[in-house]
Nanobody, 122 residues
């Protein structure tokens, strides 16, 4: 019913910038939260940043001041602008959206993007 498609990612050198995008489509009444997670090899998936429908944001300490999360509510799209990238930012990045699929209360579900690789070389 809902698809979440990511774009962006790639290979770049330390200090560079990259922008990830995430677009949801399908049966969407509203999106209360958009989140970006990442998972590095051999590590658990961690929350990088999120943005709520009211605009409040959260950032992991490791990315504060370097990453910026944003959203375009009218297009059901989210973004993660990543600046001053470091080798330790290398990971697969996943977009997550908490979507209400109808006007009926309780019809909220988590949907995930396919993941995108970000590799930062030193």
């Amino acid at each position: 019913q809902v698809q979440v498609v990511q774009s962006g990612g790639g290979l770049l050198q330390a200090g560079g910038s990259l922008r990830l995008s995430c677009a949801a489509s399908g049966s969407i009444f509203s999106i209360s939260a958009m989140r970006w997670y990442r998972q590095a090899p051999g590590k658990e998936r961690e929350l990088v940043a999120d943005i709520m429908d009211g605009g409040s944001t959260y950032y992991a300490d490791s990315v504060k001041g370097r990453f910026t999360i944003s959203r375009d509510t009218s297009k059901n799209t989210g973004f993660l602008q990543m600046n001053s990238l470091k080798p330790e930012d290398t990971a697969v990045y996943y977009c997550n959206m908490y979507v209400q699929i109808s006007v009926v209360a309780g019809s909220e579900y988590d949907y995930w993007g396919q993941g995108t690789q970000v590799t930062v070389s030193s």
